[in-house]
């Protein structure tokens, strides 16, 4: 796993194949193949673990610092989800950049990538319902999926070269102005 995201994020997805994840690991090709049929099940693999950032099967939405985006005043919610996003980039933005490569040229691929973006769309709106006690309207989820693209974060730190601390204190300011104020005193 980590010779294929090694692999994968500095070649990119044509120029990794199966073969070169077995020499870069040290292993015969027939270990890869044994536990991932084809190089887009091992991208997808690899992607899965990075946005949760470990190998145990929980998703992002059911752990600990997202349950955070639930608790606290409103800066505390809005600090964690600043550093959910943070994190989640942190250690997928490159795969964003794989995916975008190989949809193009191959379908399963571009399912893959539809398939990221309404995940990420569904854990934005996740996050917004903890963070204002109401389902987000289709309006304010899309914006707050916009704001917290993969995109904008590699433009940000990736293009432009902010820190990524710079980058979680800037989509915090950006977040407290964005989203919707509970109608609670809380938030008042």
Known sequence: MDAAERLFVTRGWASTGMRDVAQEAGVAIETVYKHFDSKRALLQAVMDIAVVGDEAAVPLADRPEFAALGRGPRRDRIAAAAAVARGVHERTAAFGMVLREAAPSDPQMAEVLRA??????????????????????????????????????????????????????????????????RASKEDR
């Open 116 to 181: 990221t973006r309404q995940r990420q769309r569904a854990d934005v709106a996740a996050g917004v319902t903890l963070i204002i006690g109401r389902p987000p309207t289709e309006q304010e989820t899309d914006e707050l999926w916009a704001l917290l693209s993969p995109e904008l974060y590699l433009l940000t730190v990736h293009e432009a070269g902010w820190s990524p601390a710079a980058y979680e204190r800037w989509i915090a300011t950006l977040l407290d102005r964005a989203v919707p104020a």
